[in-house]
């Protein structure tokens, strides 16, 4: 029969409660009781969680990964690409969100720590060094997508910037002199930098109406709907994220607007939606399995012992993917 909590508790000669302190590390244990039931676990090959595997001196085999949401397709093809490359190294995940909040992130973060491996922080709402001024860990962790001023911080990024300043350009050379343009949360780091490098490669005759929102769907829908009704109208909305510029693009098409003859739509992050909608979504392709990849390789590294600064990612370069909601059929 598989050992239980239980068998622990009696070969140990000590109660249940002392056994879930011991191996959940929730309250003081004499040093001596500790021991016995450190040997119990061991005699018995009793398979604990990742907090008793780690008390124990051994590796959980579990990476940690607290994304602002986890639910959406630019986030489950995320976690897709986080969880193939975690098996690929035996390891398995611990999933939590943040809801771009603080005290939710603290208590994400606080409910792993000590249970996994390592980490793998996506807060774009909070920088690298705010994090680790909030929270201790004990383990190597790598941050995706946020913003750190620590050369020594593992992080993997992409190309926030430089992606919308080629959306400025597409749309620049298309023609458009009006736009409408969609921004993300105004804390959020990657939407601070989509919006900065649009503004700054757009031409300064181009003339911009700034919407605020929140990459949903919904905001995108609803945006669309203000837009439409401004006189003149701008001649394209431009969404720091697919999932506002399908809503937006969702909006136009019930009010019977032409996409892109009348108004073209451009999003971000290049989603497999952004393909197959009708029309199809002019895209900036952020490479998710890569970027996933890439956190996951630099982590377990770092859980093996290379140190940090030797494992440095540059900012990842993104493709800007024409489509034919802004590109006019000839």
Avoid: W
Avoid at 129 to 146: I, K, Q
Avoid at 150 to 171: E, L, S, W
Avoid at 256 to 271: C, K, W
């Amino acid at each position: 029969m598989i050992p239980t909590v239980h068998d622990v508790a009696h070969h140990a000669k000590v109660s249940i409660s002392t056994v879930s302190r011991v191996i959940n590390d929730s309250a003081p244990v004499s040093a001596e009781k500790k021991e016995r039931v450190i040997a119990a676990i061991k005699a018995l090959k009793f398979t604990p969680n990742p907090a008793a595997r780690r008390l124990l001196g051994l590796a959980s085999r579990t990476i940690g990964v607290i994304l602002p949401y986890i639910t959406g397709e630019f986030f489950a093809d995320l976690l897709h690409g986080l969880d193939t490359t975690a098996k690929q190294h035996d390891y398995l995940l611990m999933v939590s969100s943040s809801r771009r909040l603080e005290t939710d992130f603290i208590a994400a973060f606080e409910s792993m720590n000590r249970r996994v491996d390592g980490m793998v922080i996506m807060v774009p709402e909070l920088t690298a060094d705010r994090v680790l001024s909030v929270v201790n860990p004990v383990f190597p962790f790598v941050f995706l997508n946020t913003k750190s001023q620590d050369q020594k911080i593992n992080t993997v990024n992409f190309d926030n910037y430089g992606g919308m300043a080629d959306v400025a350009r597409h749309i620049s050379d298309l023609g458009h002199k009006r736009i409408a343009f969609i921004r993300g949360p105004d804390d959020a780091f990657d939407a601070q930098q989509r919006r900065q490098g649009f503004f700054e490669a757009a031409p300064s005759e181009l003339e911009i109406l700034e919407f605020p929102g929140d990459f949903s769907f919904e905001n995108g829908y609803d945006t669309a709907q203000e837009i439409l009704r401004l006189r003149p109208r701008p001649t394209a909305i431009v969404a720091v994220n697919d999932l506002g510029a399908l809503g937006a693009l969702r909006a136009l098409l019930e009010n019977g607007v032409s996409v892109p003859n009348e108004i073209a739509v451009t999003g971000f992050d290049g989603t497999k939606s952004a393909d197959f909608a009708t029309p199809s979504l002019t895209t900036v392709n952020v490479p998710i399995g890569v970027l996933a990849a890439k956190a996951v390789d630099i982590l377990v590294s770092r859980i093996a012992g290379v140190p940090a600064d030797e494992l440095h990612c540059p900012v990842m370069p993104l493709e800007l993917i024409p489509r034919e909601s802004s590109i006019r059929a000839t």
